[in-house]
């Protein structure tokens, strides 16, 4: 049988169903999806591919899924570091977006971030920034699967001068997105704090009229909570109860400040959390308990954040980093074990995303979102067990390919449809603008 593609590695770790490990073990695609997966010498005499790629002591992984980003924030990479969250974004990321954020800087700042993920074995990224439609386009034309926020905020910006008018901008784009192979859209209000009641109504009633998620920060720092405590006499949490915003549509970020009915009320609403430890500590904000979230059942997935907050968008050191982070905070060395922290970014991801069907892990009939990581450095050496050894010892410089719906994006270190020095060029220039504001 004739195919395109047919991927030899030394493990395929499928990641459903969760830790298994196939040795010796071929990928076989066809019209970008997995068609079969299968021991190497059964797949050799079984079919012909137009391309054969033979991976030696190499793991195949489905793409990681960066389920929360602020893609074009990565020209605000070190801007304005070791401050806590509210003094970060109101003396210093507020005022520089005011002055630069336009469509040139989110399509320079999402091809960075673009470049920078597929680098590193992310092949699906969540986003909320304002133009998601640049940076949808972006996403297409790099081939790269993304979700586009379709942002909400109470105040003027940029993009928009009030709710009313962010909403309707956000249904034009997921108009224009609609049935994308690629692209997907999701509404972004920013946090309960920037977003009142009424325009969070309209969007609960777009949501089951459009069957999209919705992807909102919430709960993360104790100030915010303290703050709607004694405006409102509620915790955020219970006023989007009220509000009918949780749902298995919801994806709740960060959820440092949760408390054991809280968590109960994720579990019972079927709410997605995602999961950002590295920005978390950086910013102070707390500590997400994700132990006691998934033994309550609940979907716990894994992002990065913004580079301006993280500062780097790798999602190898954010698995490590979760999974080392609960076991020291639960006193429980099997919590949250290497297994997990992949299916936190890949499978848990997709299912927060709606997009469970299509990616996230290594089956058949799934779209050909492959990872292939390099073990045969040094510093990966010697190999017990592959998951443990890429969740601990591996880090995102040994991403030695990728591949998007079957089409190769990186190709031994090298990216395919983006152009490195260009980008850096650009990067560089808006360098000089923004350290003058600075």
């Not at 990681?64 to 924030?73: D, E, F, K, V, W």
């Not at 699906?124 to 940076?135: H, R």
Request: proline share 4%.
């Amino acid at each position: 049988m004739i195919i395109e593609t047919l991927i030899h590695a030394e493990w395929i770790i499928p990641v459903v169903p969760e830790g298994e490990v196939l040795e010796k073990h071929a990928i076989a695609i066809d019209a970008g999806r997995i068609i079969e997966i299968l021991p190497s010498r059964d797949a050799t005499a079984k079919y012909t591919a137009e391309s054969v790629v033979e991976l030696e002591g190499h793991a195949l992984i489905p793409g990681l899924i960066n389920s929360h980003t602020h893609a074009a924030m990565s020209l605000m990479r070190g801007l304005a570091d070791d401050l806590p969250l509210m003094r970060w974004l109101n003396e210093h990321i507020w005022p520089a977006e005011g002055q630069f954020v336009s469509e040139e800087f989110v399509r320079d700042g999402t091809q960075l971030a673009i470049a920078e993920m597929l680098r590193g074995g992310t092949t699906c990224f969540n986003d909320m920034y304002f133009y998601p439609d640049i940076a949808g386009h972006v996403a297409a034309a790099a081939g790269i699967r993304a979700v586009v926020g379709l942002i909400v905020i109470d105040f003027p910006t940029a993009w928009a001068a009030d709710a009313d008018e962010y909403l309707s901008k956000g249904l034009k784009i997921h108009d224009d997105f609609r049935g994308h192979s690629l692209v997907k859209t999701t509404f972004a209000p920013h946090a309960p704090y920037t977003v009142s009641d009424g325009p969070l109504e309209s969007i609960r009633n777009y949501i089951n009229e459009l069957n999209i998620p919705i992807h909102m920060h919430l709960h993360e720092t104790q100030h915010e909570v303290n703050e709607a405590v004694e405006q409102q006499g509620k915790r955020p949490i219970e006023r989007l109860a009220e509000l009918n915003i949780l749902s298995p549509y919801m994806m709740a970020i960060h959820m440092t400040q949760l408390n054991d009915e809280e968590i109960k009320l994720i579990a019972e609403t079927g709410s997605h959390i995602v999961h950002c430890p590295e920005s978390n500590l950086k910013l102070a904000s707390g500590f997400c308990p994700v132990v006691k979230l998934i033994e309550a059942g609940v979907n716990v997935a894994l992002g990065t954040d913004g580079a301006a907050s993280n500062n780097d968008l790798n999602m190898f050191s954010e698995m490590r980093t979760a999974a080392l982070l609960a076991k020291g905070l639960s006193g429980d060395a099997s919590a949250l074990p290497a297994e997990k922290a992949l299916s936190m970014a890949t499978i848990n991801g997709a299912k927060a995303l709606g997009i469970a069907n299509e990616t996230g892990s290594l089956e058949v009939g799934k779209m050909a979102d492959i990872v292939a990581i390099d073990l045969n450095a040094l510093e990966t050496q010697p190999i017990y067990h592959p998951i443990s050894q890429l969740v601990y010892a591996t880090d995102r410089e040994q991403v030695a390919h990728v591949w998007v719906a079957g089409k190769q994006l990186l190709r031994d270190r090298q990216l395919t449809t983006l152009d490195m020095d260009d980008i850096l060029q650009r990067t560089h220039e808006w360098q000089k603008k923004i350290s003058k504001f600075r």
